[in-house]
């Protein structure tokens, strides 16, 4: 007996009390399936009231989007020729048709830095051939502005009949530069025809008599006469460098760079301090820096990267640096040397031989205007032209035709996302509050079906996009009806009856149809939003309010579930300890039974 278990069930009695207990628990739990069906009804109302919010929502999006003054503004703009000019426009851009003819367009202004005086000639002195002329700087340390490469070029003399006679010069990176003009005279066969002057910086191979110079083959391997800007002569002419010979170097550092006039930096503070290394000059107010170790081509570069409005680059057949304006126009450009470096006198572009070589402004006529116009760049802003909003941007001389005109393509797509908007919100509301009849007769209510309130909106909102004003803030447009919008008997939602009379409106009473929606109080975009605002809005909007108390709703109803079910728990326990004690007295009795009949010797 110890050993029995009596929660099993039936174990002594044989009857399966346990199934009696959780049948009886079910039937006991039928309450709280109804409970959960009401909550289920109530989430369904719930979120059919959160959907009509998300449209009347969307609804006030677009009516906003339509009582926006600029997007009756927007203007549409065009250029007869393009390639004369192109034209951009701005919201409340004058309208019309005007005619733009490009006199001369504006040029850029440019700083010039000297030609002279800046960089060291190659030598200090003359050189030739002769014994006592000086070696001069070895080619590899030059101060020219290429590389040079060892290898060969060819010198070629031309004799009267026509014959041409080649020679090779070999040139390696050690020699100097007598040695070179040694192997050019000996290859034109003429001793102290090849000479180097330090006053003009350049080298000249004077032609043999009766001959003429061929200078460089396809087949030559060194590019001394690149380095020695030697080109062929003219017939009868001597070759003389193109032009001088020393050169800034757009790869090497700024202390190398083979500058007349030193380069400095920044005086020390306190002038005891060691010497600086960097320095700062600005160019139209813009500070660049440059350090000893920094390349002339990097120093270029920091200058096009700035806010300066220049382009920097050096030309190397002047050999001289340039400071072009990015915009074209007849303005300066303004230089300053700051914290004692000297890099814009260095360079040669302050002092002596630096000038501004001025741009021009744009010329223009509007409309054949007697005067011409004038505007500092090739875009004409309109404060210059007087055209309001339109901003025309000149590429060549000659005459195009600039057009502009109200753009009311958005305006038009934004009433038709208002009245889109508007049937979303009424087929909405109309299948939520809708009872429909199957082919067996069985009714089928919508989940808002009773709802009186929500089937009044769909009503009131009709009526309110249905009104016609009289005295309204458009004389002409007093409503929907007159922009080709109408509802019918049948349903809420609106439907285009005369999709001309938009079209028409628009372009021949913008300003109307602007009144018509954007006037403050009464306009229909202010007049949605009253009626709208009050039924979404967060804090006490009427559907928000309206779905909060449904949410407390569903959860007392929470509440009464679980003190249902604590009852139920409660009565199948009790259940279970009186078939747990039935269990056991049965058991007891079966033993006593059993007991008596071994006694009496009953089977």
């Not at 070759?239 to 920044?266: M, R």
């Not at 728990?569 to 004690?581: D, H, I, K, M, V």
């Not at 009795?589 to 059993?594: D, E, G, K, L, R």
Request: glycine share 8%; net charge neutral.
């Amino acid at each position: 007996m110890a050993g029995l278990d009596m929660s099993i069930s039936g174990l002594a009695s044989g009857f399966d009390w346990k199934s009696v207990v959780e049948q009886l628990t079910a039937v006991e739990r039928t309450p709280q399936t109804n409970v959960r069906t009401e909550q289920t009804t109530l989430a369904s109302r719930r979120s059919a009231l959160g959907q009509i919010a998300t449209q009347l929502t969307d609804l006030q999006t677009k009516a906003t989007a339509l009582g926006d003054s600029s997007l009756y503004n927007r203007r549409s703009v065009s250029s007869s020729d393009t390639t004369i000019a192109s034209v951009s426009t701005a919201d409340g851009a004058v309208t019309g048709s005007y005619s733009i003819e490009v006199i001369a367009l504006a040029t850029p202004s440019s700083w010039l830095g000297a030609t002279s005086g800046v960089i060291s000639s190659l030598h200090t002195a003359d050189i030739n051939a002769n014994a006592g002329s000086p070696a001069g700087p070895v080619l590899s340390a030059a101060g020219w502005g290429s590389t040079l490469t060892a290898g060969t070029v060819t010198i070629g003399v031309q004799n009267s009949s026509g014959t041409v006679t080649n020679a090779t010069v070999t040139v390696a990176t050690t020699d100097t530069l007598k040695e070179v003009l040694v192997k050019l005279d000996t290859a034109i066969g003429s001793t102290g025809g090849a000479t180097y002057s330090s006053a003009n910086d350049q080298v000249t191979i004077t032609r043999p008599n009766g001959t003429n110079l061929i200078l460089g083959s396809a087949s030559d391997t060194s590019n001394l006469l690149s380095c020695l800007k030697l080109f062929t002569p003219a017939s009868g002419a001597n070759a003389v460098s193109d032009s001088k010979l020393g050169s800034l170097k757009l790869s090497g550092s700024l202390s190398s760079q083979p500058l007349v006039t030193p380069l400095t930096y920044k005086t020390p503070t306190p002038p005891s301090a060691p010497a600086e290394t960097t320095g700062a000059f600005s160019i139209n107010g813009v500070s660049i820096s440059y350090s000893s170790s920094s390349t002339l081509a990097s120093v270029l570069n920091s200058i096009n990267d700035s806010a300066a409005g220049v382009q920097a680059s050096f030309d190397s057949g002047l050999n001289r640096i340039v400071l072009k304006n990015k915009e074209a126009g007849n303005r300066g450009v303004v230089l300053a040397q700051s914290d004692g470096g000297n890099f814009l006198t260095a360079f040669g572009l302050t002092g002596t031989g630096s000038s501004l070589s001025s741009g021009t402004d744009l010329t223009y006529k509007v409309n054949g205007e007697v005067t011409p116009k004038k505007a500092r760049s090739n875009t004409i802003k309109d404060s210059d032209s007087g055209l309001t909003g339109l901003t025309i941007t000149a590429s060549k001389v000659g005459t195009t035709t600039i057009n502009s005109a109200n753009d009311t393509g958005a305006a038009r797509s934004a009433v038709d996302a208002l009245v889109s908007s508007v049937n979303r919100v009424q087929s909405l509301i109309s299948s939520l509050t809708v009872s429909n009849r199957d082919a067996a007769g069985k009714i089928t209510a919508g989940v808002l079906a009773y709802d009186q309130t929500i089937f009044q909106l769909g009503s009131s909102l009709r009526s309110l996009l249905s009104l016609q004003l009289s005295g309204g803030p458009s004389t002409t447009i007093r409503g929907l009806a007159d922009l080709g919008y109408s509802t019918t008997g049948y349903t809420n939602e609106l439907s285009a009856t005369n999709s001309a009379s938009l079209n028409t409106a628009l372009s021949s009473q913008l300003s109307e149809v602007q009144k018509f929606f954007s006037t403050t109080t009464t306009g229909l975009s202010e007049r949605i939003t009253s009626f709208v605002k009050p039924m979404v809005d967060e804090n006490s909007g009427t559907l928000p309010q309206r779905q909060k108390g449904l949410t407390e709703q569903s959860s007392k109803l929470d509440d009464q579930l679980v003190a249902m079910e604590r009852r139920v728990q409660s009565n199948r326990e009790r259940l279970l300890t009186g078939f747990r004690a039935m269990e056991a007295a049965q058991a007891k009795s079966n033993s006593q039974m059993q007991f008596l009949n071994q006694k009496l010797g009953i089977a």
